[in-house]
């Protein structure tokens, strides 16, 4: 009887998943937003006690998609490694010509959302969104931009800006940099006129006074945020960059469905919540087929407008 309890006991145990030690890979360098997305995740999974330990690796380069190659080719079949992306992303693979796309992993949901801003240093002589514009028109060469890498949301942005202003968009002067961390020492170094990323990177900058926030992408003003949108200042532009969670190749369903339950459950979590509060992120929460269908649309889309603005062929 002793025997058979035990071996029922051990069944038992063996029976539960055990929790998984998770590394998420942040394609880019400290400091920008896929760096804050895979930091933060590591924060509420442990605190949420959906993993007991999280480890967070930079792998920077090419918009992601050195770290993308990287990821798909080293952890097939392995469910516990995760990579962040998002709309910078699908840019940089196209612009890249990258041979390995999101086709090669496993999406498991949109997480964030955030909408881009435009700033100037606070020693810039432009004052406002209507003073940078009539610069571009001016000279578009003269005008040079910071932003994240080329072909990214940044980028994309910028050359949606020149062709809504009437300024030919392969003649805009942009500076790609791999990192949010280097783009704001330019910026803040006066390296640069302007500079593009979402708005929750530069916003202890603009409230310590060293940018001006000139405009920001939403379709409408966002609440707390004083500045206009680009179509206030009679450009037709809006433009969201949002951020994604995916999994290795070559999962089966049960490892799928684990992964998506540990990523819902973080999601979902009070805590999480209070980190996009505290952040300015918006929950744009998106999981399976709903997910996957919205991801193929962007890639689609994306590669038009990267043709439109003359960043793709």
Same mark, same amino acid.
């Given at each position: 009887?002793?025997?058979?309890? %035990? ?27 896929? @760096? ?45 490694? %995760? ?48 003073? %940078? =514009? ?25 050359? %949606? ?34 500079? =593009? ?85 918006? @929950? ?5 087929? @709903? ?6 649309? @962007? ?15």
């Amino acid at each position: 009887m002793k025997q058979f309890v %035990l071996a029922s006991l051990f069944a038992g145990a063996v029976a539960v998943p055990a929790m998984a030690d998770y590394t998420i890979i942040a394609p880019a360098n400290p400091g920008g937003g896929w @760096d804050q997305t895979a930091r933060t995740m590591q924060t509420v999974m442990q605190e949420e006690g959906i993993s007991k330990s999280v480890q967070v690796q930079n792998v920077p380069g090419a918009g992601g998609t050195i770290g993308l190659a990287q990821f798909a080719s080293q952890n097939k079949g392995n469910p516990d490694t %995760l990579i962040v992306g998002g709309y910078v992303m699908v840019g940089a693979i196209l612009t890249n010509n990258s041979p390995v796309s999101l086709k090669d992993v496993t999406p498991i949901a949109r997480l964030t959302g955030e909408y881009e801003a435009i700033v100037v240093p606070a020693a810039s002589p432009i004052q406002d969104i209507a003073g %940078l =514009i009539e610069a571009l028109k001016a000279d578009p060469g003269a005008v040079s931009w910071a932003g994240g890498s080329a072909g990214g949301t940044d980028h994309i942005a910028v050359g %949606l800006i020149a062709k809504a202003a009437g300024v030919d968009p392969t003649k805009i002067n942009y500076i790609a940099y791999s990192g949010g961390g280097e783009a704001l020492a330019a910026i803040l170094g006066n390296q640069v006129t302007a500079g =593009i990323s979402s708005l929750g990177e530069f916003e202890a900058q603009i409230q310590a006074g060293t940018l001006r926030l000139l405009a920001v992408t939403s379709p409408e003003r966002l609440e707390g945020v004083d500045a206009p949108t680009l179509q206030e200042a009679g450009l037709d532009v809006t433009l969201e960059n949002w951020r994604m969670v995916a999994a290795a190749p070559g999962l089966s369903d049960e490892q799928k469905a684990k992964v998506t339950a540990d990523i819902e459950k973080m999601a979902k979590s009070e805590n999480w919540q209070k980190q996009l509060s505290d952040k300015g992120w918006m @929950d744009t929460y998106l999981a399976g087929p @709903d997910f996957e269908a919205q991801l193929e649309q @962007d890639v689609t889309s994306t590669e038009a407008i990267l043709k439109d603005i003359g960043l793709v062929k």
